[in-house]
Antibody, heavy 121, light 106 residues
Framework: QVQLQESGPGLVKPSGTLSLTCAVSGDSITRGRWWTWVRQPPGKGLQWIGE???????NYNPSLESRVVISVDKSTNQLSLKLISVTAADTAVYYC??????????????WGRGTLVTVSS | SYDLTQPPSVSVSPGQTASITCSGQ??????VIWYQQKPGQSPVLVIYQDRHRPSGISERISGSNSGNTATLTISGTQTMDEADYYCQAWDDRTVVFGGGTKLTVL
């Protein structure tokens, strides 16, 4: 049974860096899939942040690309997200998710429970 | 950038059929994906590649995609179907979500 668990600070100061990890169990993060981050501001819709492939290729939301880095730690089977220069607009529940297999137009079939990050001084 | 448009809300009576639309330019050139999200929970994949249901998803849920509009259909709607529904598509290696539709069963 594949499970994803997000973790990280729940409070980040404005202009600071948001850092989250996603622990993957029941699957190998390096075994032929893409892994993704999605966020959801309180009371609002889903926003895709970006993805990373098993081989290290990344794609990012153009609106966030200048501030975001997604990486993997093969030794711990974890996915990471870093978002710099945060503002209150970055306050959201952050989800990691596994993508279905395939070369294009993948869906997100397994999601973590999400973690709320609030940007405030 | 590519946009997907959903109605903010849809209401349906129990036992009736609910239809939730997702509109985008030449949308049938892409695969559409649908997620269900209940309050306080993570999204759940309910339809992928326009019309395919993952294992464990009710047969009452179906999808279609034609022209500029994709449709998620829930037949015999039950109170358990009350949720937010999001469509998703890919546009040049980036993901686009619709704004979401709140389905109310009343």
């Amino acid at each position: 049974q594949v499970q994803l668990q997000e973790s990280g600070p729940g409070l980040v100061k404005p202009s600071g860096t948001l850092s989250l990890t996603c622990a993957v169990s029941g699957d190998s993060i390096t075994r032929g899939r893409w892994w993704t981050w999605v966020r959801q501001p309180p009371g609002k819709g889903l926003q895709w942040i970006g993805e990373m492939s098993h081989s290290g290729t990344t794609n990012y939301n153009p609106s966030l690309e200048s501030r975001v880095v997604i990486s993997v730690d093969k030794s711990t089977n974890q996915l990471s997200l870093k978002l710099i220069s945060v503002t209150a607009a970055d306050t959201a529940v952050y989800y990691c998710a596994r993508e279905t297999t395939g070369t294009t137009e993948r869906a997100f079939d397994i999601w973590g429970r999400g973690t709320l990050v609030t940007v405030s001084s | 950038s590519y946009d997907l448009t959903q109605p903010p809300s849809v209401s349906v009576s129990p036992g009736q059929t609910a239809s939730i639309t997702c509109s985008g330019q030449a949308l049938d050139d892409k695969y559409v994906i649908w997620y269900q999200q209940k309050p306080g929970q993570s999204p759940v994949l309910v339809i992928y590649q326009d019309r395919h249901r993952p294992s464990g998803i009710s047969e009452r849920i179906s999808g279609s995609n034609s022209g500029n509009t994709a449709t998620l259909t829930i037949s015999g709607t039950q109170t358990m179907d009350e949720a937010d529904y999001y469509c998703q598509a890919w546009d040049d290696r980036t993901v686009v979500f619709g704004g979401g539709t709140k389905l109310t069963v009343l």
